[in-house]
T-cell receptor, first 109, second 115 residues
Framework: KQEVTQIPAALSVPEGENLVLNCSFT??????LQWFRQDPGKGLTSLLL?????REQTSGRLNASLDKSSGRSTLYIAASQPGDSATYLC????????FGTGTSLTVIP | NAGVTQTPKFQVLKTGQSMTLQCAQD?????MSWYRQDPGMGLRLIHY???????DQGEVPNGYNVSRSTTEDFPLRLLSAAPSQTSVYFC??????????????FGPGTRLLVL
């Protein structure tokens, strides 16, 4: 069974700082990896999708990388803003979908 | 497009009661799925469907039934509610009939409390 781990569980940074969120997984036989954002009491919003053949994807201030051989993905957020405060989840699509438990990000004005 | 919609938003049940959580999507997506989200455990897949008439079990299927009579709807039935089923339930859909390579779109969730 695929195990997905996200460290740290919580992160607090001052506004303007660049930051990296980490996601690790145990089985490299994946179809894709997806990063989501979840606001309190809300559903999940897809941020970036990386196919298994890709190394990275970018959208605005967000950049996600994928290294299947080491079982790792990172989500880089540039010039963080208070509006980025949310929980960030990574999801692995292997034989089924597996989610990490998320990193709760707080950006302090 | 309304996207993925879920009803109800919140429900309280007594142990042993049954109910159906509704999920609908208007994007003509083949793949639909149900997850539960519990503190410290992330989202776990309950059941999924790769098209009308086809369903399969996920990681935590016990106590839940699903059916997929149309492309648009994918209801989740709790047969006899238990306190362990207290959770937030999310429905999701994806264009590809395997979910591969495609973004998943999530509904707003249903918060269920079983007393």
């Amino acid at each position: 069974k695929q195990e997905v781990t996200q460290i740290p569980a919580a992160l607090s940074v001052p506004e303007g700082e660049n930051l990296v969120l980490n996601c690790s997984f145990t089985d490299s036989a994946i179809y894709n990896l997806q990063w989501f954002r979840q606001d309190p009491g809300k559903g999940l919003t897809s941020l970036l999708l990386i196919q298994s053949s890709q190394r990275e994807q970018t959208s605005g201030r967000l950049n996600a990388s994928l290294d299947k051989s080491s079982g790792r993905s990172t989500l880089y957020i540039a010039a963080s803003q208070p509006g980025d405060s949310a929980t960030y989840l990574c999801a692995i699509h292997g034989n089924q979908f597996y989610f990490g438990t998320g990193t709760s990000l707080t950006v302090i004005p | 497009n309304a996207g993925v919609t879920q009803t109800p938003k919140f429900q309280v049940l007594k142990t042993g009661q049954s109910m159906t959580l509704q999920c609908a999507q208007d994007m003509n997506h083949e793949y639909m799925s149900w997850y539960r989200q519990d503190p410290g455990m992330g989202l776990r897949l309950i059941h999924y469907s790769v098209g009308a008439g086809i369903t399969d079990q996920g990681e935590v299927p016990n106590g839940y039934n699903v059916s997929r009579s149309t492309t648009e709807d994918f209801p989740l039935r709790l047969l006899s509610a238990a306190p362990s089923q207290t959770s937030v339930y999310f429905c999701a859909s994806s264009y590809s009939n395997s979910g591969r390579g495609q973004t998943q779109y999530f509904g707003p969730g249903t918060r269920l409390l079983v007393l």
